[in-house]
C-alpha cells in the first residue's frame, strides 16, 4: 500500500489542532509531568534543522508519559523581546512588533508541521502587555524586598523599615552596597528623600553607579554574551567601558545559595561546573593597607593572607574610584592614557587575556601592615572592579599573573617558603608554603598559617576573615526600545514604583528607535510617557512639572528578565489577577524535564534559579529550583562549502589547485552545487550575488570542486537545510526519525540529507505490515511465542531507552523489529496494535493513522503503554557453537533447560560430531551452559 506521508501528517495535524488533543488540563488527580523546551527566540530566518533536535527529544518523552498515564505539561511561548528586531526597526522604520509577529508566524508554522505535542492554548510570548504585566511585577517585588541574612532568605522592605525604626542599624546583617550605620533615631528625623536613598544600599532592584558594555553605534548596554572580541555579536561595533546608573539585581545575595542548590538538580556535570565557577566562592581575608602620604585606604580581598609577608606591590582595577586621588601629577598623563586603552575592552577579554600584562606606575606607595615596608600601587587591566574590592596584594613568587607584571615593571619577587631548609629545593607554588622572614609564621602549614595570620589581622584591627564570591549584581537596564518598560517614575530624583493598578506600563510609540538628540534611550522620544501621581495614569510628557506629573524609567528590562520565570506562567498564562494561581503553581512544582543549549549556562539558567528563589522566597511558589533535570542536547552541524578567491582579484581556484596560490576561503551556498557532489555550479555562483557576475574559474579537469567542511549549521555560512523540505520529501515522522537516529542526544553530529531514505524506507515497511498489498488486512489470531518475543524485546528496550535518553538507539530497535515481524508474516492485532503505540512517540502521525485503521475513533495520545512480560523473553532453547580446539564446527539447537552434563552427553551423541571425531577419545570437554561446547581432542 503506498504510503502517503504528506496527505496522513496534513490529517492528524489538522485533527490535533481541531480537537485540542494535546491542551493540558489542571486536573489535580492525575500525576503531573511537566516537559519543557528552552524559550526560543523567533529570528527571521525561521529554523533550519538543527533547531527542532531538542523538541523531537522532549516531544517523544512528553508522549511516553502520557502513554504512561501522567498529566503531562508540554506548553510552548517565544522570547519575543530582543535586539535583532529593534535594529531591523532602525534600519527599516518597521516596528519591531510587526517583525515579530512576522516571525512568530513563521515558527508556528513550521514547529505545527513537525507535529509537536504542545499545549498551544498555553502560548506565551515576553512582549505581550498581558505577559509582561507580570515581569513589571516581580520587579517591583524585588524593589520592595531585601535580603535577610540571619533568615537567609528575601524579606519585605517593610521589616528592614521596621527594624531602622526600632534600632537603626544596630544588630543589622543585610546584603548591602555599602555598610551604614545609623541609629533608630536618626532613621526617624531623615529626610524621606534621604530614606529613600539609605533603602536603594539594600533594594534587591536597586539603582547605582555600574560599570558597563556601553556601544555608542548601537546606543545601548551590551551583556558579555552579546560581544565578540570587544565588539558587539550584532553588527560588529566596538564596545567601551563606561560608568553609567543603572539599575541592577542583587543576584549576590543569593550567591552561596545558587551555589548549595546545584548538589539538589539533576544536571549535567559540565553546566554544574560553570555556574560553580562563575559563582567563584572563596575564602580568605580582607585586609586594609594605608597610603604613603593620604587618607585613603587600599583595602584587598585576598585567599592567601598567610603569604602577606611576601606581597611586594600593589594593584588596583583602572575603573577604582582610589585612582583619581592617589595618582601623583607627574604619573597622571601615563594613567589616564592606560585607563582610555582599557575601557576599548571588555571585562571577559580582560579575564581571558592570561598571558599579556599591562599597566601604569600611580606614583603612590602602600605600607605593608605587617613588615612596614613601602609596597608600589600600581593599576592594571587584570584586575577588575567587581571582583573583590577592585584591588590585589600582589605576590609574584606564587600568583602567575604578578610574576609576570613583576617582571615586566623590574619588581621585586620575594620569594615564600615553607621551612628554611626548603630555600633551595621546593618550587615556589605550593598551597603548603607560607613566608619565612614572620617569625609567628615560620614553618606552619598552610592551613595552620591562614587562621593564624587572620587572626593576627583581626586583632591588629586592619581587617577579617571572609568569604568572597566573583559573581557580581546583574545589570538590569538596557537603553533600547524593544523590551519591558520599568514600572518606576523619578520624585526629587529618588525611583518611586508604580501602583500595581497600573500594570502594564506598556512599550509606548516612538516616532524613531534610535536615541534622543539629548542621548536618552529611545524611550525619550516617546510623547506619552509621565507619570501623573495625582490622577494615578499615562500622561503626555510635555505635562511632566516634577510637582504633580514625573518622569518616567526611560530604559526597558533585558532580554532575560522575560525568560527568567516563563516557566512558572505556562501553569496558568491566562490568569488577570496574579502570575500563576499558588494552588496550581503548587501542583505544577517544578520543570521535571528541561532540553537547551549548555550556552545557557551563566545567562538564563542562573537568573532563573535566582528569580525562582527570590519567588519561593517571599511565599509565590514552593520549590526553591526551578529545573530538576536538564540535559544539553547537542549539535546537528552542517557540511558548508568553501570556494577558494585568488587574493587581489574575482578569480576563484578549485579546490585541489588552490595549493598554488594565495587565496581566501570564502563560504558558499550549497545549494549551488551539483546535486549531491561537490562540483560547484559555476554559473548558479555568478548569477548569486552580484560581486561574483564577473567571476573567473581555474577548473580541474573541466570542474570547479570546493572545500567542505562539518560546521555549525548557520545561515552566515550558507549549510542550512530546510526543516520544510524535508518534511515535504520524506515527511514530518521522518525528520523526527533521522534526527533521533543520528546519535545520541548530548553529542553534535552531521547532517546528511542522504541518510533520510533509510528511516524513510523504515517507515514504508512499518506501514505495509498493516496491509496485505493495498488492502488493510490485520488478523485476530493469537500471535505465536516468536511474535511475541520481537514484541517485548521491543518493549523492553524502548523504554529503557526513553527513560535513559537513549533515543537513537530506539530508532534501531524499531527497524530490527519491523524486519523481524516482516520475516515472519505477522499481521496480528496483538502484536501490531501495541507496535503502534510503541512507536508513536517518535513516529506519530503515521501511528494515528494505523491506530485510526484499526478500528479506534479516539487518539493513540492517551492508550496506555504496553506493559512488558518477561515470559516472552524466556529462551526455550540455546544455540550452542561447537568447537573442535577452539575453532567452531557447527551448531546445535538444544532446550534451555538442559545441565551441562546433559548438554556433554547430547553433543557427543551428534552425528556431526562423530565425523570430526573419527573414532578418537576427547581428552576435554568443556561447556559453558547457554553459551559454548568447546572439545579438545
Same mark, same amino acid.
Given at each position: 500500500?503506498?504510503?502517503?506521508?504528506?496527505?496522513?501528517?496534513?490529517?492528524?495535524?489538522?485533527?490535533?489542532?481541531?480537537?485540542?488533543?494535546?491542551?493540558?488540563?489542571?486536573?489535580?488527580?492525575?500525576?503531573?509531568?511537566?516537559?519543557?523546551?528552552?524559550?526560543?527566540?523567533?529570528?527571521?530566518?525561521?529554523?533550519?534543522?538543527?533547531?527542532?533536535?531538542?523538541?523531537?527529544?522532549?516531544?517523544?518523552?512528553?508522549?511516553?508519559?502520557?502513554?504512561?498515564?501522567?498529566?503531562?505539561?508540554?506548553?510552548?511561548?517565544?522570547?519575543?523581546?530582543?535586539?535583532?528586531?529593534?535594529?531591523?526597526?532602525?534600519?527599516?522604520?518597521?516596528?519591531?512588533?510587526?517583525?515579530?509577529?512576522?516571525? &512568530?508566524?513563521? *515558527?508556528? /508554522?513550521? =514547529?505545527?508541521?513537525?507535529?509537536?505535542?504542545? #499545549? $498551544?492554548?498555553?502560548?506565551?510570548?515576553? %512582549?505581550?502587555?498581558?505577559?509582561?504585566?507580570?515581569?513589571?511585577?516581580?520587579?517591583?517585588?524585588?524593589?520592595?524586598?531585601?535580603?535577610?541574612?540571619?533568615?537567609?532568605?528575601?524579606?519585605?522592605?517593610?521589616?528592614?523599615?521596621?527594624?531602622?525604626?526600632?534600632?537603626?542599624?544596630?544588630?543589622?546583617?543585610?546584603?548591602?552596597?555599602?555598610?551604614?550605620?545609623?541609629?533608630?533615631?536618626?532613621?526617624?528625623?531623615?529626610?524621606?528623600?534621604?530614606?529613600?536613598?539609605?533603602?536603594?544600599?539594600?533594594?534587591?532592584?536597586?539603582?547605582?553607579?555600574?560599570?558597563?558594555?556601553?556601544?555608542?553605534?548601537?546606543?545601548?548596554?551590551?551583556?558579555?554574551?552579546?560581544?565578540?572580541?570587544?565588539?558587539?555579536?550584532?553588527?560588529?561595533?566596538?564596545?567601551?567601558?563606561?560608568?553609567?546608573?543603572?539599575?541592577?539585581?542583587? &543576584?549576590?545575595? *543569593?550567591? /552561596?545559595? =545558587?551555589?548549595?542548590?546545584?548538589?539538589?538538580? #539533576? $544536571?549535567?556535570?559540565?553546566?554544574?561546573? %560553570?555556574?560553580?565557577?562563575?559563582?567563584?566562592?572563596?575564602?580568605?581575608?580582607?585586609?586594609?593597607?594605608?597610603?604613603?602620604?593620604?587618607?585613603?585606604?587600599?583595602?584587598?580581598?585576598?585567599?592567601?593572607?598567610?603569604?602577606?609577608?611576601?606581597?611586594?606591590?600593589?594593584?588596583?582595577?583602572?575603573?577604582?574610584?582610589?585612582?583619581?586621588?592617589?595618582?601623583?601629577?607627574?604619573?597622571?598623563?601615563?594613567?589616564?592614557?592606560?585607563?582610555?586603552?582599557?575601557?576599548?575592552?571588555?571585562?571577559?577579554?580582560?579575564?581571558?587575556?592570561?598571558?599579556?600584562?599591562?599597566?601604569?606606575?600611580?606614583?603612590?606607595?602602600?605600607?605593608?601592615?605587617?613588615?612596614?615596608?613601602?609596597?608600589?600601587?600600581?593599576?592594571?587591566?587584570?584586575?577588575?572592579?567587581?571582583?573583590?574590592?577592585?584591588?590585589?596584594?600582589?605576590?609574584?613568587?606564587?600568583?602567575?599573573?604578578?610574576?609576570?607584571?613583576?617582571?615586566?615593571?623590574?619588581?621585586?619577587?620575594?620569594?615564600?617558603?615553607?621551612?628554611?631548609?626548603?630555600?633551595?629545593?621546593?618550587?615556589?607554588?605550593?598551597?603548603?608554603?607560607?613566608?619565612?622572614?614572620?617569625?609567628?609564621?615560620?614553618?606552619?602549614?598552610?592551613?595552620?598559617?591562614?587562621?593564624?595570620?587572620?587572626?593576627?589581622?583581626?586583632?591588629?584591627?586592619?581587617?577579617?576573615?571572609?568569604?568572597?564570591?566573583?559573581?557580581?549584581?546583574?545589570?538590569?537596564?538596557?537603553?533600547?526600545?524593544?523590551?519591558?518598560?520599568?514600572?518606576?517614575?523619578?520624585?526629587?530624583?529618588?525611583?518611586?514604583?508604580?501602583?500595581?493598578?497600573?500594570?502594564?506600563?506598556?512599550?509606548?510609540?516612538?516616532?524613531?528607535?534610535?536615541?534622543?538628540?539629548?542621548?536618552?534611550?529611545?524611550?525619550?522620544?516617546?510623547?506619552?510617557?509621565?507619570?501623573?501621581?495625582?490622577?494615578?495614569?499615562?500622561?503626555?510628557?510635555?505635562?511632566?512639572?516634577?510637582?504633580?506629573?514625573?518622569?518616567?524609567?526611560?530604559?526597558?528590562?533585558?532580554?532575560?528578565?522575560?525568560?527568567?520565570?516563563?516557566?512558572?506562567?505556562?501553569?496558568?498564562?491566562?490568569?488577570?489577577?496574579?502570575?500563576?494561581?499558588?494552588?496550581?503553581?503548587?501542583?505544577?512544582?517544578?520543570?521535571?524535564?528541561?532540553?537547551?543549549?549548555?550556552?545557557?549556562?551563566?545567562?538564563?539558567?542562573?537568573?532563573?534559579?535566582?528569580?525562582?528563589?527570590?519567588?519561593?522566597?517571599?511565599?509565590?511558589?514552593?520549590?526553591?529550583?526551578?529545573?530538576?533535570?536538564?540535559?544539553?542536547?547537542?549539535?546537528?552541524?552542517?557540511?558548508?562549502?568553501?570556494?577558494?578567491?585568488?587574493?587581489?582579484?574575482?578569480?576563484?581556484?578549485?579546490?585541489?589547485?588552490?595549493?598554488?596560490?594565495?587565496?581566501?576561503?570564502?563560504?558558499?551556498?550549497?545549494?549551488?552545487?551539483?546535486?549531491?557532489?561537490?562540483?560547484?555550479?559555476?554559473?548558479?555562483?555568478?548569477?548569486?550575488?552580484?560581486?561574483?557576475?564577473?567571476?573567473?574559474?581555474?577548473?580541474?579537469?573541466?570542474?570547479?570542486?570546493?572545500?567542505?567542511?562539518?560546521?555549525?549549521?548557520?545561515?552566515?555560512?550558507?549549510?542550512?537545510?530546510?526543516?520544510?523540505?524535508?518534511?515535504?520529501?520524506?515527511?514530518?515522522?521522518?525528520?523526527?526519525?533521522?534526527?533521533?537516529?543520528?546519535?545520541?542526544?548530548?553529542?553534535?553530529?552531521?547532517?546528511?540529507?542522504?541518510?533520510?531514505?533509510?528511516?524513510?524506507?523504515?517507515?514504508?515497511?512499518?506501514?505495509?505490515?498493516?496491509?496485505?498489498?493495498?488492502?488493510?488486512?490485520?488478523?485476530?489470531?493469537?500471535?505465536?511465542?516468536?511474535?511475541?518475543?520481537?514484541?517485548?524485546?521491543?518493549?523492553?528496550?524502548?523504554?529503557?531507552?526513553?527513560?535513559?535518553?537513549?533515543?537513537?538507539?530506539?530508532?534501531?530497535?524499531?527497524?530490527?523489529?519491523?524486519?523481524?515481524?516482516?520475516?515472519?508474516?505477522?499481521?496480528?492485532?496483538?502484536?501490531?496494535?501495541?507496535?503502534?503505540?510503541?512507536?508513536?512517540?517518535?513516529?506519530?502521525?503515521?501511528?494515528?493513522?494505523?491506530?485510526?485503521?484499526?478500528?479506534?475513533?479516539?487518539?493513540?495520545?492517551?492508550?496506555?503503554?504496553?506493559?512488558?512480560?518477561?515470559?516472552?523473553?524466556?529462551?526455550?532453547?540455546?544455540?550452542?557453537?561447537?568447537?573442535?580446539?577452539?575453532?567452531?564446527?557447527?551448531?546445535?539447537?538444544?532446550?534451555?533447560?538442559?545441565?551441562?552434563?546433559?548438554?556433554?552427553?547430547?553433543?557427543?551423541?551428534?552425528?556431526?560430531?562423530?565425523?570430526?571425531?573419527?573414532?578418537?577419545?576427547?581428552?576435554?570437554?568443556?561447556?559453558?551452559?547457554?553459551?559454548?561446547?568447546?572439545?579438545?581432542?
Amino acid at each position: 500500500m503506498f504510503y502517503d506521508h504528506q496527505q496522513i501528517e496534513k490529517k492528524w495535524q489538522k485533527y490535533w489542532e481541531e480537537n485540542q488533543t494535546y491542551k493540558t488540563s489542571n486536573n489535580t488527580d492525575k500525576p503531573k509531568f511537566y516537559v519543557l523546551d528552552m524559550f526560543p527566540y523567533p529570528s527571521g530566518a525561521g529554523l533550519h534543522v538543527g533547531h527542532p533536535l531538542g523538541y523531537i527529544a522532549s516531544d517523544i518523552y512528553a508522549r511516553y508519559k502520557r502513554h504512561q498515564g501522567f498529566n503531562v505539561l508540554h506548553p510552548v511561548g517565544y522570547d519575543s523581546f530582543g535586539l535583532p528586531a529593534e535594529q531591523y526597526a532602525i534600519q527599516t522604520g518597521t516596528h519591531p512588533a510587526v517583525t515579530t509577529e512576522q516571525n &512568530i508566524t513563521r *515558527y508556528e /508554522e513550521q =514547529l505545527r508541521k513537525i507535529g509537536f505535542s504542545f #499545549d $498551544w492554548s498555553r502560548e506565551v510570548r515576553t %512582549s505581550d502587555a498581558s505577559y509582561y504585566k507580570w515581569t513589571q511585577w516581580i520587579f517591583i517585588e524585588l524593589f520592595h524586598s531585601w535580603y535577610n541574612k540571619d533568615t537567609d532568605k528575601a524579606e519585605s522592605i517593610d521589616t528592614l523599615i521596621k527594624h531602622f525604626e526600632e534600632k537603626g542599624t544596630v544588630g543589622l546583617n543585610a546584603n548591602q552596597n555599602d555598610e551604614l550605620n545609623f541609629t533608630a533615631e536618626e532613621w526617624k528625623s531623615a529626610s524621606e528623600i534621604d530614606k529613600e536613598d539609605i533603602l536603594l544600599n539594600y533594594r534587591l532592584a536597586y539603582r547605582a553607579e555600574t560599570t558597563v558594555n556601553w556601544c555608542p553605534a548601537l546606543g545601548t548596554v551590551l551583556a558579555n554574551d552579546e560581544i565578540k572580541d570587544g565588539k558587539s555579536e550584532r553588527g560588529g561595533f566596538p564596545v567601551f567601558q563606561k560608568k553609567m546608573m543603572q539599575w541592577s539585581m542583587r &543576584i549576590s545575595a *543569593y550567591s /552561596e545559595r =545558587l551555589l548549595q542548590g546545584l548538589k539538589t538538580l #539533576d $544536571w549535567p556535570q559540565p553546566l554544574k561546573d %560553570s555556574q560553580e565557577y562563575w559563582i567563584g566562592k572563596s575564602q580568605g581575608a580582607q585586609v586594609k593597607f594605608n597610603v604613603e602620604g593620604h587618607d585613603e585606604i587600599v583595602e584587598v580581598f585576598t585567599t592567601r593572607p598567610d603569604t602577606i609577608f611576601g606581597a611586594t606591590f600593589m594593584v588596583l582595577a583602572p575603573e577604582n574610584p582610589l585612582v583619581e586621588n592617589i595618582t601623583t601629577d607627574t604619573q597622571k598623563a601615563e594613567v589616564d592614557t592606560y585607563i582610555e586603552e582599557t575601557s576599548k575592552k571588555t571585562e571577559r577579554d580582560r579575564m581571558s587575556d592570561v598571558k599579556n600584562v599591562s599597566g601604569a606606575f600611580t606614583g603612590s606607595y602602600a605600607i605593608n601592615p605587617f613588615s612596614g615596608e613601602k609596597m608600589p600601587i600600581y593599576i592594571s587591566d587584570y584586575v577588575l572592579m567587581g571582583y573583590g574590592t577592585g584591588a590585589v596584594m600582589a605576590v609574584p613568587a606564587h600568583d602567575e599573573r604578578d610574576h609576570r607584571f613583576a617582571k615586566k615593571f623590574n619588581l621585586e619577587i620575594k620569594k615564600v617558603v615553607e621551612t628554611e631548609e626548603d630555600i633551595h629545593e621546593k618550587s615556589f607554588d605550593s598551597k603548603d608554603s607560607v613566608c619565612v622572614n614572620s617569625d609567628f609564621l615560620n614553618g606552619l602549614k598552610y592551613k595552620e598559617a591562614k587562621a593564624l595570620i587572620i587572626d593576627a589581622i583581626e586583632k591588629k584591627a586592619i581587617g577579617h576573615g571572609t568569604t568572597n564570591y566573583r559573581q557580581r549584581d546583574a545589570i538590569f537596564s538596557r537603553q533600547r526600545y524593544w523590551g519591558e518598560p520599568v514600572p518606576i517614575y523619578y520624585k526629587d530624583g529618588m525611583p518611586y514604583t508604580l501602583p500595581n493598578s497600573a500594570l502594564p506600563l506598556e512599550l509606548p510609540e516612538v516616532e524613531k528607535y534610535l536615541p534622543t538628540e539629548d542621548g536618552d534611550p529611545p524611550l525619550g522620544n516617546a510623547k506619552t510617557f509621565a507619570w501623573d501621581e495625582a490622577n494615578q495614569k499615562i500622561v503626555d510628557t510635555n505635562l511632566i512639572d516634577d510637582k504633580n506629573v514625573f518622569p518616567l524609567e526611560l530604559s526597558t528590562m533585558p532580554g532575560w528578565a522575560g525568560s527568567s520565570w516563563y516557566f512558572l506562567r505556562y501553569m496558568d498564562p491566562k490568569n488577570d489577577e496574579v502570575f500563576a494561581n499558588k494552588e496550581l503553581s503548587d501542583y505544577w512544582g517544578q520543570v521535571d524535564l528541561y532540553i537547551g543549549g549548555s550556552e545557557h549556562a551563566t545567562g538564563h539558567l542562573l537568573y532563573s534559579r535566582f528569580w525562582n528563589m527570590f519567588l519561593k522566597d517571599r511565599g509565590y511558589i514552593k520549590n526553591d529550583e526551578p529545573f530538576q533535570k536538564l540535559i544539553n542536547q547537542g549539535m546537528i552541524l552542517g557540511m558548508s562549502a568553501f570556494a577558494y578567491r585568488v587574493e587581489g582579484t574575482n578569480q576563484f581556484v578549485s579546490k585541489n589547485l588552490a595549493k598554488d596560490y594565495q587565496t581566501q576561503e570564502i563560504h558558499v551556498d550549497v545549494s549551488l552545487l551539483k546535486g549531491t557532489s561537490d562540483e560547484l555550479d559555476t554559473e548558479a555562483f555568478k548569477s548569486w550575488r552580484p560581486d561574483y557576475a564577473d567571476a573567473e574559474f581555474i577548473l580541474e579537469d573541466g570542474k570547479y570542486i570546493t572545500g567542505r567542511e562539518v560546521e555549525k549549521m548557520s545561515k552566515s555560512k550558507y549549510n542550512v537545510v530546510n526543516p520544510d523540505d524535508i518534511c515535504e520529501e520524506y515527511g514530518a515522522d521522518g525528520l523526527r526519525l533521522y534526527e533521533m537516529f543520528l546519535g545520541p542526544l548530548e553529542q553534535s553530529k552531521p547532517w546528511n540529507t542522504q541518510g533520510l531514505s533509510g528511516v524513510y524506507g523504515f517507515l514504508k515497511k512499518f506501514w505495509n505490515l498493516y496491509f496485505n498489498e493495498d488492502t488493510f488486512e490485520v488478523s485476530e489470531e493469537e500471535p505465536t511465542k516468536a511474535e511475541y518475543k520481537v514484541l517485548h524485546t521491543l518493549i523492553k528496550k524502548v523504554v529503557y531507552d526513553i527513560e535513559n535518553f537513549s533515543f537513537n538507539t530506539s530508532v534501531s530497535s524499531f527497524m530490527i523489529a519491523v524486519n523481524e515481524l516482516q520475516k515472519l508474516k505477522c499481521n496480528k492485532r496483538n502484536i501490531l496494535q501495541p507496535l503502534a503505540v510503541i512507536v508513536s512517540p517518535y513516529a506519530p502521525h503515521i501511528c494515528e493513522e494505523v491506530w485510526n485503521l484499526l478500528g479506534h475513533n479516539s487518539s493513540i495520545e492517551f492508550e496506555k503503554f504496553p506493559i512488558l512480560n518477561e515470559e516472552y523473553l524466556v529462551e526455550d532453547e540455546i544455540e550452542y557453537p561447537v568447537s573442535i580446539n577452539g575453532k567452531m564446527k557447527f551448531k546445535i539447537a538444544l532446550p534451555a533447560t538442559l545441565s551441562a552434563k546433559e548438554v556433554e552427553d547430547l553433543v557427543l551423541q551428534n552425528e556431526k560430531m562423530g565425523m570430526l571425531l573419527e573414532g578418537k577419545t576427547p581428552k576435554k570437554i568443556i561447556v559453558v551452559p547457554k553459551k559454548i561446547v568447546n572439545i579438545v581432542i
